[in-house]
């Protein structure tokens, strides 16, 4: 079955961290570009980050510029995204996508699989 799954969420104070998985099943993501999208409650959905498959090419939404880094493991066939000195505002559903080819930080419309999602609430 092909699929993507996120884990890591949860609630977590501000000024603290959690790390998202996004794990590949039923296709290589190493063959993919991936992004990570989130939507809080009456937003509409946003790019967090992205990455490229083969040069690596590396996009940061300025809100979260210095704070979250995005990353791939191909022998786990899982993307990560570390995401420090979190705010209230970064809480939402997160999600992560994947798209065949070389295709740096699509619209979200073009990807080929989304997860699950995961939700992040920073709140004291």
């Known amino acids: 079955q092909v699929q993507l799954v996120e884990s890591g969420g949860g609630l977590v104070q501000p000024g603290g961290s959690l790390r998202l998985s996004c794990a590949a099943s039923g296709f290589t993501l190493d063959d993919y570009a991936i992004g990570w999208f989130r939507q809080a409650p009456g937003k509409e959905r946003e790019r967090v980050s992205c990455?490229?498959?083969?040069?690596?090419?590396?996009y940061y939404a300025d809100s979260v510029k210095g704070r979250f880094t995005i990353s791939r493991d191909n022998a786990k066939n899982t993307v990560y995204l570390q995401m420090n000195r979190l705010k209230p505002e970064d809480t939402a559903v997160y999600y992560c996508?994947?798209?065949?080819?070389?295709?740096?930080?699509?619209?979200?419309?073009?990807?080929?699989?989304w997860g699950q999602g995961t939700q992040v609430t920073v709140s004291s």
């Open positions: 990455i490229n498959r083969s040069d690596g090419r590396i």
């Open positions: 996508a994947a798209r065949r080819g070389d295709y740096y930080c699509s619209a979200s419309g073009y990807y080929d699989y």
